[in-house]
């Protein structure tokens, strides 16, 4: 498709939607058409699971939250994503396929091969896959210290034991290791806006390579 589809991965507090707003202000300032959004949402129905994954106090078979993330993310990508790449925009997205692999396969499954396989072949069927992928790193005491300046209450994923996040964050460095060419892992524990350029230095120079956005 003519559009561009970049995403921002990473654990809790690593800074992806700030990193996100920038970027969709660079694009603008260079006169892109940005549609930004985030998953699990980004349509009402999707919004409507994200507030029942997150914050509805059911406990779900893993293969059963595993299929919810992606009932969300097939309507979301029918409805936003595709349909905005047709028409040649750039999408920036807060989280992917790849945050259910590290979330939901390393965390919650402990990277069970059965798990991590229907994953996989699940996001197969999304029907579009990201052509950029920025994975934001940053040391777990740093990531409390910012969740806690926040002051907002946690969601059931942030709430989890600090075994689960240390396998989420072993699931992105081998997501990001097993593919190179699309994932670009970040050092998110400097200021944000140094974050922010040299993430623009590399978007820009894959807009100059892929001329369909406009």
Do not use: N, W
Not at 35 to 56: I, N
Not at 150 to 162: C, L
Not at 196 to 203: E, F, G, L, S, T
Request: charged share 25%.
């Amino acid at each position: 498709m003519p559009g561009l589809f970049i995403t921002f991965e990473g654990g809790e507090g690593a800074g992806k939607s700030t990193q996100v707003r920038h970027l969709e202000a660079h694009l603008r300032e260079g006169g892109y058409d940005v549609v930004r959004t985030r998953e699990p949402g980004g349509t009402p129905g999707a919004e409507a699971l994200r507030e029942f994954l997150l914050f509805g106090g059911h406990d779900l078979s893993l293969r059963a939250e595993i299929m919810s993330h992606f009932a969300a993310r097939c309507d979301h990508v029918d409805r936003l994503i595709r349909p905005a790449l047709a028409r040649g925009q750039v999408v920036i997205c807060d989280r992917f396929v790849d945050s259910t692999l590290a979330y939901q396969g390393y965390g919650l499954g402990k990277g069970d091969p059965r798990i991590l396989d229907l994953i996989r072949t699940l996001g197969t069927q999304v029907g579009v896959v990201p052509d950029m992928t920025f994975v934001l790193t940053l040391p777990r005491a740093q990531a409390l210290v910012r969740l806690a300046a926040r002051g907002q209450s946690s969601d059931r994923y942030e709430a989890a034991d600090e075994a689960f996040h240390a396998r989420v964050a072993d699931g992105f460095d081998a997501i990001a290791r097993a593919d190179p060419g699309r994932c670009l892992s970040v050092a998110a524990d400097r200021p944000a806006d140094a974050v922010a350029r040299d993430i623009a230095v590399r978007v820009d120079a894959c807009l100059a390579a892929h001329p369909g956005p406009a």
